[in-house]
Every structure is written in C-alpha cells, then in structure tokens.
C-alpha cells in the first residue's frame, strides 16, 4: 500500500485499507502519537489530508445536501463514511503518546500541506488580503532590513512576482506559492505533534483577524433566503465587505445588514466568519450556508456557487 500511495509507513503505523464500488482505493493512515490522521486517495493523485474527528461530518454540514458525509472539503459515500467512522474509533487510543514511546517529530508535510491550504483558503474568502499583506510588509521592511532582504530574494524572480499577483492559487508554480505565503504568513507556531492539526500548527497572519469569534451556538436568527427581483442567492465564502445582506431574526423579521469583513476562521476548522454592520453578530458559518444578498449588477436569481 506504500508503494501504491507514495508513501512510507512506519512500523508501529496504523493502516487501514478500503476499495469502494468504483474501484477506487482509501487509505487511512495513524502514526503513534500524532494528533491527527492521514487520508490518502487514488481518485485526489494519493495527496494527503490531514484531518481529525472535528473535521467529520457523517451527517453533512448545513449549507450541503443533508445526509451527505464530508470529510474536511471532501465528500464521501455512505460507505466511505462508515469505514472511516470506524478507523477514527479503532485509532483513538493511537492519537495518544505512551510515556514510553520515543519522542515523535513534527511532521513537516503536514505542516506544509496545513499552511498551503489555508493560504488557499485565505485568498478564496478574501481575496483582497494579498493586497493589504503586501502593503503591511512594505512597511515593515521599512525599518526590518533583514525582512527586506529575505524579500527582495524573494521578488526577485519577476516572472514569480507576476504569477503571484495574478495566477490562481492551483495554477501557480511552486516560486509563486512560496512568495504568496511569504506575503501573507509572518510565522508559524508549532506545538506538540500530539495536539489536533489546528491547534499543533498556529498561523499568524501579516494582516490578523478583524474581530473576535463567536461559535455557532451564539447566532441570533439565521440569514434570510426570501427572493426578490433585486437579490441573489450566494454562499458564504462568496461574501465580500460592502455586501447587503439580509437577516431573519428569531421571530422571523427581515432586516438588512451590510457586510463588513470576512474571513477564514481560526477557530472553527473550515467555517467562514463574516462580520455586519461593524458589529461580531453571527458571525460563524459553514462555507455553503446560502445567504440573499441586494444584487450589484442586476437580478440573477437562483445564482448557486457551482
């Protein structure tokens, strides 16, 4: 199964192995003492995801066809999701380090394939954080000379400089993707390989979070889907700051809202906060939850993400 995924196991790995009904082979992968798993994929080219039980949803998440498993952005069968239900049950005791155990390294690929995807992430639901990254590093090189040399290595690949700047995360060469998180990212913090994915590796963005986070059990109300001629239909991360949106109180009143900020969530692995109004209201969803916006280039209706 090694050589098929690319990969090496360990000898006190945990591996289990599932073909589904197309053929396709799943690979759930727990090394002793690593707070988290790895689940490798024929039909995604064997890439790693690194997920934990928060990161399960057997059930689906809100916003998605209910009833449909996910796994972190991946959708699964209800097979699929059996087995794996019964690979984190069986693997629980192994996500716990034995006193006796050797002291386990931080597994780089993980951390690496952690920060390219929330990087990713990060310039889906808010695109426009490149640009005020960039213009927070300029002013720190400013007065950081060892930061302005670290970039000007950096830019100096014009070519990179230009794909970073245009180019789609998925499409950019590995130069361009250095340089984005670069922009983006002034350091990571990592903690023991015991703790789960998002807590052993802790971003700090060059532009932080607007505002604090509230979980899902503070919403007051929920977003309005009523249509009209001049509103359309969009998800969460589709959201951008000057956005009208409209929300249905807890007694079913409509009101409007305008988007202030949105962002990747810190705190809840792969939710999106969205802030109104300049105030922290509700301001955590899953990515597909559907919001009614006020339309800016004329009625679209029924415009779902594709």
């Keep these: 199964m090694g050589e ?5 196991f360990g000898p006190s790995d945990i591996v289990q192995h599932h073909v589904n009904v197309f053929g396709e082979d799943l690979i759930f992968w727990q090394r002793r003492g690593e707070g988290f798993a790895t689940l490798l994929h024929s039909d995604l080219d064997w890439h790693p995801e690194h997920i934990g039980p928060e990161h399960f949803h057997p059930n689906g998440r809100p916003g998605m066809l209910p009833g449909i498993p996910v796994v972190a952005e991946t959708i699964l069968s209800t097979a699929e999701a059996q087995w794996l239900a019964a690979c984190f049950d069986a693997a629980q005791w192994a996500r716990k380090p034995a006193v006796d155990d050797p002291p386990l390294h931080t597994n780089i690929d993980a951390r690496d394939n952690y920060v390219a995807k929330r990087v990713e992430r ?7 954080a490149l640009t005020r990254s960039i213009q927070e590093l300029r002013a720190e090189t400013a007065i950081d000379h060892e930061l302005a040399t670290i970039a000007a290595e ?3 690949d014009a ?3 230009a794909e970073a ?23 990571v913090h990592v903690g023991p390989p015991a703790l789960p994915i998002d807590e052993q590796f802790r971003i700090v963005w060059r532009c932080p979070r607007p505002a604090a986070e509230y979980d899902f059990g503070a919403r007051v109300g929920q977003p309005s889907t009523r ?14 700051p ?6 249905l109180s807890r007694h079913g009143n409509e009101r409007g809202r305008d988007v202030s900020a949105v962002w990747d969530s810190e705190d ?21 939850e559907l919001f009614v916006r006020k339309a800016s280039t004329g009625p679209r209706l029924g415009a779902f993400p594709g």
């Design 4 to 8: 098929m995924a690319g990969v090496d």
């Design 122 to 128: 990060r310039l889906r639901i808010d695109p426009d």
């Design 154 to 156: 950096l830019e100096s």
């Design 159 to 161: 070519e990179a400089g």
């Design 165 to 187: 700047l245009s180019t789609p995360w998925r499409e950019m060469s590995d130069k361009a993707r250095r340089l984005v998180t670069f922009y983006l990212v002034e350091e």
């Design 227 to 240: 249509m009209s001629s001049n509103r359309e239909i969009v998800s969460a991360f589709q959201l951008r």
């Design 242 to 247: 000057g956005d009208r949106i409209y929300w």
């Design 268 to 288: 809840t692995p792969g939710a999106v906060c969205v802030l109104f109004d300049q105030l922290s209201l509700g301001d955590t969803f899953w990515p597909e």
